[in-house]
């Protein structure tokens, strides 16, 4: 497949950022409530949460819905002074990503018949790898209601996948110093890419859970050598060979391992239960069926293609 490049990003890269204290961490989570307004409910702030983690959305698709939403923020923004939070959870079919910092160096086909489709993106960061079995959340919010610090941001979202794996799963991940993401020994189960427009973010984070990790191997992720990709379900299914859980069936995490669906159903929960928590949000439920964002995606090509 070609390279569907797209109008490249003039910002600059989003670099790693130097890593605070746990104890700092901490105290920067550390929130005052919002002032009422039809955004808040009860001190938290309002966030539309669109639960798609079963379904596969194209990553164009989704890219392009998520630029509509921020679009339409900006507006709320200008005439209301305020906006409303979103956060999108879903899967993508099997693709390959570019950040503003990434390099045809990194990928290890050629780009002019490469494995899966490539796209060119305005987030910060390297090359990665998107497919099925990985949950990926887009949290669009308003940090001039929570913090206008993209330090702070990409920490928090860290903290988050950390809390999941070790409150949900007892897997114990850390930062690793001057690299962006979450890891478990030398293993990154989760990576983080942001793009943040009049302090509105996009793009967010990708957490394998059962991922086929076979994609990885054709490029260099994050452009990290020297290290491994990992998932939820490898970990667990190393965890239980090595304690012999398999063979005992002690462990209700047993049956849930060989349930793909099942554990990608229990990580979903995890996470959008946490993000609710650092961020301070209450969700509103809503619905898009993936035919209709399909039409949306087809009608900003049509208006796009008409204004050129």
């Known amino acids: 497949m070609n390279l569907l490049n797209t109008v490249p990003s003039s910002a600059p890269p989003c670099p790693s950022l130097p890593l605070r204290t746990h104890s700092n961490l901490s105290k ?113 919010i308003n940090l001039r ?4 610090d993209l330090h702070w941001y990409l920490r928090t979202l860290e903290e988050l996948v950390i809390r999941v794996l070790s409150l949900t799963f007892s897997i114990q991940a850390s930062r690793v110093e001057g690299l962006t993401g979450v890891w478990v020994g030398n293993e990154k189960v989760a990576a983080v890419g942001i793009r943040v427009s009049h302090w509105i973010t996009y793009h967010g984070l990708a957490l394998n859970v059962t991922t086929d990790l076979t994609p990885f191997k054709w490029i260099i992720p994050c452009g990290i050598r020297n290290r491994e990709v990992g998932s939820i379900k490898g970990l667990l299914l190393r965890e239980a060979q090595s304690s012999n859980m398999a063979a005992n069936g002690t462990n209700d995490l047993h049956s849930i391992m060989h349930d793909d669906g099942g554990l990608i159903g229990i990580t979903r929960n995890s996470l959008i239960e946490e993000f609710s928590k650092v961020f301070q949000l209450e969700y509103r439920h809503r619905t898009i069926s993936v035919p209709m964002l399909y039409e949306r995606n087809q009608s900003d090509i049509v208006t796009e293609t008409q204004q050129s």
């Open 145 to 148: 209601r929570h913090k206008m």
């Open 28 to 140: 920067s989570l550390q929130f005052s409530y919002p002032k009422p307004s039809k955004f808040t409910s009860y001190g938290a702030r309002l966030c539309e949460l669109f639960d798609l983690h079963q379904e596969q959305v194209p990553y164009e698709v989704a890219w392009s819905w998520q630029k509509d939403i921020v679009k339409e923020k900006k507006a709320q923004l200008e005439n209301e002074g305020d906006c409303s939070d979103t956060l999108i959870v879903l899967q993508h079919p099997s693709v390959y990503t570019l950040g503003t910092a990434s390099t045809k160096d990194n990928l290890n086909f050629n780009i002019n018949n490469a494995p899966f489709n490539v796209y060119r993106t305005e987030r910060g960061g390297e090359v990665t790898y998107h497919g099925p079995g990985q949950l990926v959340l887009y949290p669009i």
